[in-house]
């Protein structure tokens, strides 16, 4: 059985989105104090939207962690979406090893 680091497990549920985005399923997960939402496509786990209601608990890291093991799994990406905070964005590039993916986008691959 996969455990992360602080051994917090991934609870999910399903998400409607507040309007209308695209024709996805998405889903919102809880890891710890950290929340979001994603959906998959055929080549991606594509991240929505990401809170950690308690920063320096290393709760994102599990997350992180989460989606990697499922990235490896099933040999797919992980994107962060349309990413609009430059602090949270050098931390995925130069701490996790994401990469640009298109204008606003982060990938790191796992195929």
């Not at 497990?9 to 695209?22: E, Q, V, Y």
């Not at 608990?57 to 349309?82: A, I, P, Y």
């Amino acid at each position: 059985m996969f455990k992360t680091t602080h051994n917090l497990p991934f609870l999910t549920r399903p998400w409607k989105a507040p309007f209308k985005i695209g024709d996805e399923t998405y889903i919102q997960f809880k890891v710890g104090t950290v929340t979001g939402v994603y959906f998959t496509d055929t080549q991606n786990y594509n991240i929505l939207a990401v809170v950690n209601d308690k920063e320096g608990n290393g709760h994102f890291s599990d997350t992180l962690e989460w989606f990697e093991q499922s990235c490896r799994r099933d040999k797919m990406g992980l994107v962060f979406l349309e990413l609009i905070n430059n602090d949270f964005e050098k931390h995925l590039i130069e701490k996790h090893g994401f990469k640009r993916h298109r204008k606003v986008d982060l990938i790191k691959n796992f195929t």
